[in-house]
């Protein structure tokens, strides 16, 4: 899993995995879901991610347990 921040177009991008795209679906207003061939999620993308993510340029993963 790879999260990019894009400072100039304040876009987040959460990959889960490396597969080509087949469909783009807005499933709610500035997040949209890559889905690739196999049907699955690939990525997720958010838009204006400064105004819905408290540090974009800071990522913690949490591992529950």
Known sequence: M???Y???TD???V???D???QESDEVR???IADFGY???IVRFEILDASKHVQDPLTV???TAG
């Open 6 to 8: 894009d400072r100039e």
């Open 11 to 13: 876009t987040m991008v």
């Open 15 to 17: 990959s889960l995995r």
């Open 60 to 62: 913690t993963l949490a």
């Open 38 to 40: 196999d049907g699955g």
């Open 19 to 21: 597969e080509r795209i």
């Open 29 to 31: 207003p500035g997040v």
């Open 2 to 4: 790879r999260v990019h």
